[in-house]
Every structure is written in structure tokens, then in C-alpha cells.
């Protein structure tokens, strides 16, 4: 039997030189408006997404910060939804597996990224990538971010960012900083900070933030920029000092730490960021929807503390907000890169 194409019905022609009763120009009337409804109607019977179930892609291994993040709202998701989204760990090239896979997946919202901030933002500016984050990808919710908080050695006479910063220009060298790695975020961090600061410190690179932190604690090390996560916890024991928080505003979890910003250095904002984008060319609608989905999940009971539990500001931005979050973290990071002498690899 052969498929109804409404589309290719064309409505019937009617000959001026022919005069019709009344009664014949109300049913031509009725057939033409009946047809014009007909691709309407087709489109209203297409199935409503979603009609099976959401696979978030993680671009790290499970336990960390982004696996966390995109779990919680998987679960949250899946009520608002009323369809299961489930998590999908794919390691590899410093998160660009995952970006690459979802990058190149059917664009129909069934296939989303949990987007972590330097998978698209430091990762393309240091590393040939297989993808594009402007062009690939369309943003739908900054679910949350996190700040960095400077964190110096308790052998360092400085009490905040000023007195740093006057220390390192008083004796060139002569202090050094931490990081997780070349090209991680608490070297870019602390590499833009050194480059607008004007002074002259040693970055010190170790594998990973644990033995970083480790060296901070015992003095063989005067700076690093960490997690809350990281250094918060060693407050306590009095050998280190939290001085400078790198976000715009500050932290709720450390109201008494300004901001860097308004330390002297306006303008300075690095932060991290996890968030949901899908492959471009998703419908606008889908999109939109999952943004709405998200921020309903933030709103609800409970979401904001646990967030905070794992050093995480609930945000649930629009898609517009996050990709201008996108555009301006792009263009810091290139920055970044090029303060700490990163060349593309």
C-alpha cells in the first residue's frame, strides 16, 4: 500500500469561468483549509521527546568531580524527564575522546556531553583536537562551577594577594608555585596570575594535585592554586593560608577570602565548570527542554547541598548564558596558555 504524503496533495484548482453554488464554495472552502492542516498534524503526531532513555558522556574516569556531578543529575534528570539518563565514562587524550564522540553523534538529544571546562577551553588551546567547541557543539546548562583559592605556605609573610605580590617583586625568584601538571588548571591559574601580576616565581610541576598539595603542607613549595576540595580541609592544621579566591564574586564557603578581582587585579576570573551540551544541529526545542529539566533538578530539594558537599556552585544557566561562559573562558584560557609558554602540541 502506498505511503499518504500530505505534503504532495496539491489543493483542487477552481475555473473562474465556472460559477458554483454556495454550497460547493463551502466545501472547496473546508477541503482547501483541511489539506493546509494536514503537515501540521503530522508533525503533532511525531513522538514526543524523550522517547527512550538519555546517555550522559563523561570525559574522565568515574570518582572525580565531573563523574560526580553528571551522576547526581542523571538521577534527578531521569524523574524530571520521566525517561532513564544514564552515565558513560570515555577516558582518554585528557578528556577529547569523549568531546570527539559526542561531537560526531546523531544530533537528536539523546547523546549529551558533561562538558568540564578544560576539555573545551584549555585542551584546544595547548592540543590539536578533533573537535571544535564552538562549531561542534551547541551549550544547554552550566549546571556548576567551582573556583580555585590561592593557598600559601605559612613560612610566606603574606597575609593576602597584595603582600604576595609585593614579597615576589621585592625578591625576584626567589618564590615558587605548584601545580598538577603542565597545562592543568592550577598552573594556567597561577602562570595568567604570575603574567598580570608582573612578578617573577618558578612553576614547580608535579603529577597530579595530591603531591603538589603535599609539598604546599611541608614548606618545599610557597603557592598553589588548588580545589576547595583540596586545601580547605588543611586549614586547620596551620600550615598554610588561604589568601585570594578566582572567582568574580566571593565564595560562600569562604566569605573572608577576597576575590583577586578585587584584590587588585580586576578582571581576573578563572574558574572550572561542568555542563551539559549536545551535538550541533539538536532541536532547539530539545535543548531547550533539557535546559528547563536542569534547572528544575538545581531547584529541587536538597541539589545546592549536595553540590556544595563536592566544592560545587549550583548555577543551571540558559543555553545563551552558557555559551557566552564559553566564549569568555575561551579567550582566558588562550591567554593563559600563552602567559605560561604553552605551545600547541
Given at each position: 500500500?502506498?505511503?499518504?504524503?500530505?505534503?504532495?496533495?496539491?489543493?483542487?484548482?477552481?475555473?473562474?469561468?465556472?460559477?458554483?453554488?454556495?454550497?460547493?464554495?463551502?466545501?472547496?472552502?473546508?477541503?482547501?483549509?483541511?489539506?493546509?492542516?494536514?503537515?501540521?498534524?503530522?508533525?503533532?503526531?511525531?513522538?514526543?521527546?524523550?522517547?527512550?532513555?538519555?546517555?550522559?558522556?563523561?570525559?574522565?574516569?568515574?570518582?572525580?568531580?565531573?563523574?560526580?556531578?553528571?551522576?547526581?543529575?542523571?538521577?534527578?534528570?531521569?524523574?524530571?524527564?520521566?525517561?532513564?539518563?544514564?552515565?558513560?565514562?570515555?577516558?582518554?587524550?585528557?578528556?577529547?575522546?569523549?568531546?570527539?564522540?559526542?561531537?560526531?553523534?546523531?544530533?537528536?538529544?539523546?547523546?549529551?556531553?558533561?562538558?568540564?571546562?578544560?576539555?573545551?577551553?584549555?585542551?584546544?588551546?595547548?592540543?590539536?583536537?578533533?573537535?571544535?567547541?564552538?562549531?561542534?557543539?551547541?551549550?544547554?546548562?552550566?549546571?556548576?562551577?567551582?573556583?580555585?583559592?590561592?593557598?600559601?605556605?605559612?613560612?610566606?609573610?603574606?597575609?593576602?594577594?597584595?603582600?604576595?605580590?609585593?614579597?615576589?617583586?621585592?625578591?625576584?625568584?626567589?618564590?615558587?608555585?605548584?601545580?598538577?601538571?603542565?597545562?592543568?588548571?592550577?598552573?594556567?591559574?597561577?602562570?595568567?596570575?604570575?603574567?598580570?601580576?608582573?612578578?617573577?616565581?618558578?612553576?614547580?610541576?608535579?603529577?597530579?594535585?595530591?603531591?603538589?598539595?603535599?609539598?604546599?603542607?611541608?614548606?618545599?613549595?610557597?603557592?598553589?592554586?588548588?580545589?576547595?576540595?583540596?586545601?580547605?580541609?588543611?586549614?586547620?592544621?596551620?600550615?598554610?593560608?588561604?589568601?585570594?579566591?578566582?572567582?568574580?564574586?566571593?565564595?560562600?564557603?569562604?566569605?573572608?577570602?577576597?576575590?583577586?578581582?578585587?584584590?587588585?587585579?580586576?578582571?581576573?576570573?578563572?574558574?572550572?565548570?561542568?555542563?551539559?551540551?549536545?551535538?550541533?544541529?539538536?532541536?532547539?526545542?530539545?535543548?531547550?527542554?533539557?535546559?528547563?529539566?536542569?534547572?528544575?533538578?538545581?531547584?529541587?530539594?536538597?541539589?545546592?547541598?549536595?553540590?556544595?558537599?563536592?566544592?560545587?556552585?549550583?548555577?543551571?544557566?540558559?543555553p545563551r548564558e552558557f555559551?557566552?561562559?564559553?566564549?569568555a573562558d575561551i579567550a582566558?584560557?588562550?591567554?593563559?596558555?600563552?602567559?605560561?609558554?604553552?605551545?600547541?602540541?
Amino acid at each position: 500500500m502506498k505511503s499518504f504524503d500530505a505534503h504532495s496533495v496539491k489543493p483542487p484548482s477552481i475555473n473562474p469561468s465556472v460559477k458554483l453554488a454556495p454550497s460547493q464554495l463551502r466545501r472547496a472552502a473546508l477541503l482547501v483549509s483541511f489539506l493546509a492542516c494536514l503537515p501540521g498534524m503530522a508533525l503533532a503526531q511525531a513522538p514526543a521527546w524523550p522517547n527512550k532513555s538519555v546517555k550522559i558522556v563523561v570525559p574522565f574516569a568515574p570518582g572525580g568531580n565531573t563523574d560526580s556531578i553528571a551522576r547526581i543529575m542523571a538521577e534527578r534528570l531521569t524523574q524530571t524527564l520521566g525517561q532513564s539518563v544514564v552515565v558513560e565514562n570515555k577516558v582518554g587524550a585528557g578528556g577529547g575522546i569523549a568531546a570527539e564522540f559526542v561531537g560526531k553523534a546523531a544530533p537528536d538529544g539523546y547523546t549529551l556531553l558533561m562538558a568540564a571546562m578544560p576539555v573545551m577551553a584549555i585542551l584546544p588551546a595547548i592540543n590539536k583536537t578533533n573537535y571544535d567547541p564552538l562549531r561542534d557543539f551547541v551549550p544547554i546548562s552550566n549546571v556548576g562551577s567551582n573556583p580555585f583559592v590561592m593557598g600559601v605556605h605559612k613560612s610566606v609573610p603574606a597575609n593576602n594577594v597584595q603582600e604576595l605580590v609585593a614579597l615576589a617583586r621585592k625578591s625576584p625568584g626567589k618564590y615558587n608555585y605548584a601545580s598538577g601538571g603542565s597545562g592543568s588548571v592550577s598552573h594556567l591559574s597561577a602562570a595568567l596570575f604570575v603574567n598580570r601580576a608582573q612578578i617573577d616565581m618558578t612553576h614547580i610541576s608535579y603529577k597530579g594535585g595530591a603531591p603538589a598539595v603535599t609539598d604546599l603542607l611541608a614548606g618545599n613549595v610557597q603557592m598553589y592554586f588548588g580545589n576547595f576540595s583540596e586545601l580547605v580541609p588543611h586549614l586547620a592544621g596551620g600550615n598554610i593560608r588561604l589568601i585570594g579566591v578566582s572567582s568574580e564574586k566571593r565564595s560562600s564557603q569562604l566569605p573572608q577570602v577576597a576575590t583577586i578581582a578585587e584584590s587588585g587585579f580586576a578582571g581576573f576570573r578563572t574558574v572550572t565548570w561542568n555542563g551539559l551540551m549536545a551535538p550541533t544541529g539538536t532541536p532547539q526545542a530539545v535543548v531547550q527542554r533539557v535546559a528547563d529539566a536542569v534547572k528544575e533538578a538545581l531547584a529541587s530539594e536538597g541539589m545546592t547541598a549536595r553540590l556544595q558537599q563536592i566544592g560545587v556552585d549550583a548555577i543551571g544557566s540558559t543555553p545563551r548564558e552558557f555559551a557566552d561562559t564559553l566564549r569568555a573562558d575561551i579567550a582566558i584560557w588562550s591567554e593563559a596558555a600563552k602567559a605560561a609558554k604553552l605551545k600547541m602540541e
